[in-house]
């Protein structure tokens, strides 16, 4: 089972910026999907989760508005479309697939409820 997260780069204050990750090895349709990052010098946080069967999205208070997570079952990828980018979301950007297939906000946000986690991908917004 990997996870490929992709997409991440610079971007000035304002700008978008849409990440992917990819799944192998397992089928990722029924199964919850997050994304959290992680700041220099701070913990890992949540962002976004899409639930599996029910499609729910889950957002962070820190990004509600500006961020969208989708899936595209075919590609067997979720992405995590980012808009209205802030200095604040700099940080490595991680993909991760819930032990659940419906979970709940609770759980969606809840780090120890991923099994797989990809390596993640930078992202660096410029003021």
């Known amino acids: 089972v990997q996870l490929q997260a992709s997409g991440g780069g610079l971007v000035q204050t304002g700008g978008s910026l849409r990440l992917s990750c990819a799944a192998s090895g397992l089928p990722f349709s029924r199964n919850s999907v997050g994304w959290f990052r992680q700041a220099p010098g701070k913990e890992r946080e949540f962002v976004a989760a899409?639930?599996?069967?029910?499609?729910?999205?889950y957002y962070a208070d820190s990004v509600k508005g500006r961020f969208t997570i989708s899936r595209d079952n075919a590609r067997n990828t979720v992405y995590l479309q980012m808009n209205s980018l802030q200095p604040e979301d700099t940080a490595v950007y991680y993909c991760?697939?819930?032990?659940?297939?419906?979970?709940?906000?609770?759980?969606?946000?809840?780090?120890?409820?991923?099994?797989?986690w990809g390596h993640g991908t930078l992202v660096t917004v410029s003021s």
């Open positions: 991760a697939k819930s032990r659940y297939d419906d979970c709940s906000s609770y759980k969606c946000s809840d780090l120890s409820e991923y099994d797989y």
């Open positions: 899409i639930s599996g069967t029910r499609d729910t999205p």
